[in-house]
């Protein structure tokens, strides 16, 4: 029982997380002013072939592979499903 107190406090408080956080003003911008905005701070577009990938990102110490891009969208699908069990296990709780 205490567990599941603690658990129940844990997911409340971070649901309520967005309510205690001050809210942050975005800007609205038009496609041009975006562009403008993006080659001003030297940002690149998104490689379309993992070739232009590699041009970008690889260096000497950190090698890209297409084995460490899968293992990082396996990570990621892991954090969905642990995600997905948590919210099943506190419904069934209830």
């Given amino acids: 029982m205490k567990q599941v107190l603690i658990a129940f406090s844990i997911v409340s ?34 490689p379309k072939t993992f070739k232009e990938l590699l041009k970008l990102q690889n260096s000497k110490e950190n090698s890209l592979t297409k084995e460490k891009i899968l293992l990082g969208k396996n990570f990621i699908l892991i954090l969905y499903y642990l995600k997905v069990i948590l919210l099943v296990v506190i419904v069934v709780i209830r």
């Fill in 13 to 46: 408080f971070l649901l309520s997380l967005q309510f205690l956080l001050p809210q942050k003003v975005f800007k609205e911008y038009s496609d041009e002013e975006l562009r403008a905005e993006a080659l001003s701070r030297a940002m690149k577009p998104v």
